[in-house]
Protein backbone atom coordinates (compact mmCIF):
# COMPACT_ATOMS: atom_id res chain seq x y z
CA UNK A 1 0.00 0.00 0.00
CA UNK A 2 1.30 3.56 -1.05
CA UNK A 3 1.58 6.54 1.22
CA UNK A 4 -1.85 8.79 1.01
CA UNK A 5 -0.56 12.20 0.29
CA UNK A 6 -2.67 13.69 2.93
CA UNK A 7 -1.52 11.33 5.92
CA UNK A 8 1.75 12.83 4.90
CA UNK A 9 0.41 15.99 5.33
CA UNK A 10 -1.09 15.34 8.75
CA UNK A 11 2.37 14.00 10.04
CA UNK A 12 4.34 16.93 8.45
CA UNK A 13 2.00 18.97 11.42
CA UNK A 14 3.85 16.43 14.31
CA UNK A 15 6.46 16.79 16.08
CA UNK A 16 8.60 14.41 14.27
CA UNK A 17 7.26 15.79 11.27
CA UNK A 18 8.29 19.14 11.61
CA UNK A 19 11.50 18.40 12.99
CA UNK A 20 12.31 16.04 9.73
CA UNK A 21 10.95 19.02 7.55
CA UNK A 22 13.58 21.07 8.67
CA UNK A 23 16.06 18.72 7.70
CA UNK A 24 14.71 17.96 4.65
CA UNK A 25 14.92 21.61 3.81
CA UNK A 26 18.24 22.70 5.08
CA UNK A 27 19.65 19.89 3.25
CA UNK A 28 18.02 20.58 -0.52
CA UNK A 29 19.32 24.75 0.03
CA UNK A 30 22.68 23.64 0.65
CA UNK A 31 22.56 20.87 -2.73
CA UNK A 32 20.35 22.86 -5.02
CA UNK A 33 21.54 25.47 -7.44
CA UNK A 34 18.08 27.93 -7.69
CA UNK A 35 19.71 30.62 -10.14
CA UNK A 36 17.75 32.42 -11.78
CA UNK A 37 18.34 31.21 -15.27
CA UNK A 38 17.14 27.93 -14.86
CA UNK A 39 13.73 26.22 -15.27
CA UNK A 40 12.68 24.78 -11.87
CA UNK A 41 9.73 22.37 -11.08
CA UNK A 42 9.07 21.17 -7.43
CA UNK A 43 6.72 18.44 -5.90
CA UNK A 44 5.98 17.37 -2.43
CA UNK A 45 4.16 18.45 0.72
CA UNK A 46 2.99 21.87 0.38
CA UNK A 47 3.91 23.38 3.71
CA UNK A 48 7.90 22.02 2.89
CA UNK A 49 7.77 23.51 -0.73
CA UNK A 50 6.62 26.74 0.68
CA UNK A 51 9.70 27.05 2.73
CA UNK A 52 12.43 25.94 0.14
CA UNK A 53 10.79 28.41 -2.27
CA UNK A 54 10.87 31.42 0.44
CA UNK A 55 13.10 34.69 -0.75
CA UNK A 56 13.30 32.53 -4.58
CA UNK A 57 13.14 34.74 -7.27
CA UNK A 58 13.14 33.05 -10.01
CA UNK A 59 10.44 34.09 -12.10
CA UNK A 60 10.95 30.46 -13.67
CA UNK A 61 10.03 27.81 -10.94
CA UNK A 62 7.18 26.03 -10.72
CA UNK A 63 4.93 24.29 -7.81
CA UNK A 64 3.38 21.26 -9.65
CA UNK A 65 0.56 20.06 -7.30
CA UNK A 66 -2.83 18.98 -7.44
CA UNK A 67 -3.76 21.19 -4.03
CA UNK A 68 -5.01 24.45 -4.57
CA UNK A 69 -1.30 25.75 -3.40
CA UNK A 70 0.38 24.84 -6.70
CA UNK A 71 1.09 26.88 -9.58
CA UNK A 72 -0.02 24.23 -11.82
CA UNK A 73 -2.72 21.62 -11.52
CA UNK A 74 -1.03 18.24 -13.05
CA UNK A 75 -0.64 14.42 -12.50
CA UNK A 76 2.76 13.50 -12.39
CA UNK A 77 2.83 11.23 -15.44
CA UNK A 78 1.07 13.73 -17.50
CA UNK A 79 2.97 17.20 -16.72
CA UNK A 80 2.52 20.05 -19.22
CA UNK A 81 6.18 20.89 -20.25
CA UNK A 82 7.85 20.00 -23.35
CA UNK A 83 10.23 17.35 -23.57
CA UNK A 84 14.09 18.42 -22.14
CA UNK A 85 12.82 21.58 -21.53
CA UNK A 86 13.61 21.54 -17.24
CA UNK A 87 16.85 22.31 -15.86
CA UNK A 88 16.34 20.89 -11.95
CA UNK A 89 13.32 19.16 -10.49
CA UNK A 90 12.65 18.41 -6.68
CA UNK A 91 10.73 16.00 -5.37
CA UNK A 92 9.84 15.15 -2.35
CA UNK A 93 7.77 12.22 -1.52
CA UNK A 94 6.35 12.23 -4.42
CA UNK A 95 7.49 8.89 -5.74
CA UNK A 96 5.84 7.58 -1.87
CA UNK A 97 2.60 8.41 -3.20
CA UNK A 98 2.58 7.27 -6.28
CA UNK A 99 0.99 4.04 -7.31
CA UNK A 100 3.14 3.87 -10.19
CA UNK A 101 6.45 5.48 -9.41
CA UNK A 102 8.41 4.10 -11.95
CA UNK A 103 6.25 5.51 -14.50
CA UNK A 104 6.32 9.11 -12.80
CA UNK A 105 10.13 9.24 -12.91
CA UNK A 106 10.14 8.07 -16.94
CA UNK A 107 7.95 11.07 -17.13
CA UNK A 108 10.32 13.63 -14.94
CA UNK A 109 13.14 11.76 -17.55
CA UNK A 110 11.54 13.10 -20.47
CA UNK A 111 11.03 16.68 -19.45
CA UNK A 112 14.55 17.22 -17.97
CA UNK A 113 17.56 18.67 -19.72
CA UNK A 114 20.77 16.75 -20.29
CA UNK A 115 22.96 17.53 -17.72
CA UNK A 116 19.99 18.70 -15.56
CA UNK A 117 19.93 17.58 -11.83
CA UNK A 118 17.47 16.13 -9.78
CA UNK A 119 16.55 15.86 -5.83
CA UNK A 120 14.47 13.28 -4.77
CA UNK A 121 13.87 12.86 -0.89
CA UNK A 122 11.68 9.67 0.48
CA UNK A 123 10.98 7.72 3.16
CA UNK A 124 13.88 4.81 4.22
CA UNK A 125 12.41 1.43 5.25
CA UNK A 126 16.23 0.24 6.38
CA UNK A 127 15.96 2.70 9.46
CA UNK A 128 13.71 3.04 12.69
CA UNK A 129 10.63 2.69 10.58
CA UNK A 130 11.44 -0.85 10.57
CA UNK A 131 9.93 -1.32 13.83
CA UNK A 132 6.52 -0.37 12.32
CA UNK A 133 6.72 -3.69 10.22
CA UNK A 134 7.67 -5.81 13.30
CA UNK A 135 5.70 -4.68 16.18
CA UNK A 136 1.89 -3.66 16.53
CA UNK A 137 1.87 0.16 16.63
CA UNK A 138 -0.27 1.94 14.74
CA UNK A 139 1.13 4.42 12.58
CA UNK A 140 1.51 6.20 8.98
CA UNK A 141 4.53 4.02 8.25
CA UNK A 142 3.09 0.62 8.96
CA UNK A 143 1.95 -2.02 6.10
CA UNK A 144 3.79 0.36 3.13
CA UNK A 145 5.47 0.12 0.27
CA UNK A 146 8.52 2.39 0.14
CA UNK A 147 10.83 3.49 -2.90
CA UNK A 148 13.83 1.85 -1.75
CA UNK A 149 16.96 3.52 -2.04
CA UNK A 150 18.91 0.49 -3.94
CA UNK A 151 15.71 0.58 -6.35
CA UNK A 152 16.25 4.08 -6.90
CA UNK A 153 19.91 3.98 -7.10
CA UNK A 154 19.25 0.88 -10.28
CA UNK A 155 16.71 3.80 -11.77
CA UNK A 156 19.18 6.20 -11.86
CA UNK A 157 21.26 3.50 -13.95
CA UNK A 158 18.66 2.59 -15.92
CA UNK A 159 18.19 6.46 -17.30
CA UNK A 160 21.47 7.39 -17.35
CA UNK A 161 21.76 9.71 -14.36
CA UNK A 162 24.81 10.32 -12.24
CA UNK A 163 24.58 10.11 -8.78
CA UNK A 164 26.50 12.42 -7.11
CA UNK A 165 25.45 12.10 -3.45
CA UNK A 166 22.74 10.03 -0.86
CA UNK A 167 22.24 11.37 2.18
CA UNK A 168 20.49 9.33 5.05
CA UNK A 169 19.34 11.74 7.26
CA UNK A 170 17.05 11.76 11.04
CA UNK A 171 18.26 8.76 12.85
CA UNK A 172 15.03 9.57 15.49
CA UNK A 173 12.22 6.83 15.43
CA UNK A 174 9.57 9.08 14.74
CA UNK A 175 7.98 9.48 18.18
CA UNK A 176 5.36 12.24 19.62
CA UNK A 177 6.49 12.03 23.20
CA UNK A 178 8.23 15.18 23.81
CA UNK A 179 10.09 14.46 26.31
CA UNK A 180 11.33 10.77 24.91
CA UNK A 181 12.06 12.59 21.37
CA UNK A 182 14.31 15.22 23.47
CA UNK A 183 16.18 12.50 25.10
CA UNK A 184 16.87 10.55 21.64
CA UNK A 185 17.89 13.83 19.73
CA UNK A 186 21.39 12.59 20.68
CA UNK A 187 20.85 10.25 17.84
CA UNK A 188 21.43 13.36 15.20
CA UNK A 189 24.32 15.45 17.52
CA UNK A 190 27.09 12.48 17.73
CA UNK A 191 28.89 9.75 16.49
CA UNK A 192 25.84 8.09 14.65
CA UNK A 193 25.06 11.08 12.73
CA UNK A 194 28.12 10.48 11.17
CA UNK A 195 27.37 7.18 9.76
CA UNK A 196 25.08 7.93 6.23
CA UNK A 197 23.08 4.69 6.93
CA UNK A 198 19.76 4.15 8.46
CA UNK A 199 17.97 7.61 8.56
CA UNK A 200 14.14 7.59 8.56
CA UNK A 201 14.61 9.45 5.30
CA UNK A 202 17.28 9.84 2.16
CA UNK A 203 17.64 12.56 -0.04
CA UNK A 204 19.31 11.79 -3.72
CA UNK A 205 20.70 14.38 -5.12
CA UNK A 206 21.90 13.37 -9.62
CA UNK A 207 22.71 14.41 -12.71
CA UNK A 208 21.25 13.64 -15.85
CA UNK A 209 24.11 12.70 -18.46
CA UNK A 210 24.91 14.07 -22.03
CA UNK A 211 25.66 11.89 -24.89
CA UNK A 212 26.95 13.06 -28.03
CA UNK A 213 27.52 11.87 -31.57
CA UNK A 214 30.23 11.13 -32.88
CA UNK A 215 30.96 10.88 -36.40
CA UNK A 216 30.73 7.18 -38.09
CA UNK A 217 33.95 7.51 -39.14
CA UNK A 218 35.21 7.57 -35.40
CA UNK A 219 33.60 4.07 -34.26
CA UNK A 220 35.62 1.23 -33.80
CA UNK A 221 34.60 -1.87 -33.92
CA UNK A 222 36.47 -4.52 -31.12
CA UNK A 223 35.26 -7.98 -30.72
CA UNK A 224 32.09 -7.93 -33.72
CA UNK A 225 31.16 -4.80 -30.90
CA UNK A 226 30.71 -1.60 -31.98
CA UNK A 227 31.88 1.49 -29.63
CA UNK A 228 31.31 4.60 -29.45
CA UNK A 229 28.97 7.34 -27.75
CA UNK A 230 25.63 8.00 -28.77
CA UNK A 231 22.76 10.52 -28.72
CA UNK A 232 21.25 8.45 -25.97
CA UNK A 233 21.78 5.26 -24.47
CA UNK A 234 19.69 2.16 -25.71
CA UNK A 235 17.14 1.61 -23.07
CA UNK A 236 15.41 -1.67 -23.82
CA UNK A 237 12.10 -2.57 -22.75
CA UNK A 238 12.98 -4.40 -18.94
CA UNK A 239 11.68 -2.12 -16.54
CA UNK A 240 9.36 -2.13 -13.96
CA UNK A 241 5.70 -1.68 -15.25
Do not use: C
Not at 2 to 17: R, V
Not at 156 to 183: A, D, H, T
Amino acid sequence: MNFKSNEIDNWYQSLAGRFNSKLIISHIKKLFNTSSDKNIVYFGPNEIIKKLLENNNNFNTFYVSLSEYGDLSAEIQKLPFQESSIDNVVLIHSLDINENPHAAFREIDRIMKDDGQIVIAGFNKISPLMIYSILPLKSIFKNKDYVGINRLHDWMSLFSYEVRQIININKIPPINNEKIFRYLRFLNNSFFSKINYFGISYIFFAKKKTYKFILSKNWHKRDNIILGKFSKPVIHNNYER
